[in-house]
Nanobody
Framework: VQLQASGGGLVQAGGSLRLSCAAS????????MGWYRQAPGKQRELVAA???????YYSESVRGRFSISRDNANNAVSLEMNDLKSEDTAIYYC?????????WGQGTLVTVSS
C-alpha cells in the first residue's frame, strides 16, 4: 500500500493550492480517505475526510475554504485549499482507512506567507 502526496508549496496569504494523493496497492473505493496536517510544535489534526460514499467532513478551521474530493477511477483524493492563512502552514498528510487498518502518506509541506 502506498500513498503519494503532492501539490504543496509556498503561497501568499489569500492564495490557493491543490493537494493530490495518489493511492496504489489498495482497492481505493473501499477506503475512507482523509487529509491531516501537522504544524511545528503541534499535534497532527484532521483537516478533511471523505467516506466511501462521498460524504465529507471538515474541521471548523477550514470549513468553507477547503474542499475534499475523490476520484475512484484514478485512485486519488484531492484537497482544494482556498483563502489560505498563515495558520494553515503545516505538513499535510493523506490517510487511507479501512476498518481498523490505517495507511499514511509521506506528507507535503504547505507554507503560507503573510
Amino acid at each position: 500500500v502506498q500513498l503519494q502526496a503532492s501539490g504543496g508549496g509556498l503561497v501568499q496569504a489569500g492564495g490557493s493550492l491543490r493537494l493530490s494523493c495518489a493511492a496504489s496497492g489498495i482497492i481505493f473505493n473501499h477506503y475512507g480517505m482523509g487529509w491531516y496536517r501537522q504544524a511545528p510544535g503541534k499535534q497532527r489534526e484532521l483537516v478533511a475526510a471523505i467516506t466511501v460514499g462521498g460524504s465529507t467532513y471538515y474541521s471548523e478551521s477550514v470549513r468553507g475554504r477547503f474542499s475534499i474530493s475523490r476520484d475512484n477511477a484514478n485512485n486519488a483524493v484531492s484537497l482544494e485549499m482556498n483563502d489560505l492563512k498563515s495558520e494553515d502552514t503545516a505538513i499535510y498528510y493523506c490517510r487511507a482507512q479501512l476498518s481498523g487498518g490505517i495507511t499514511w502518506g509521506q506528507g507535503t509541506l504547505v507554507t503560507v506567507s503573510s
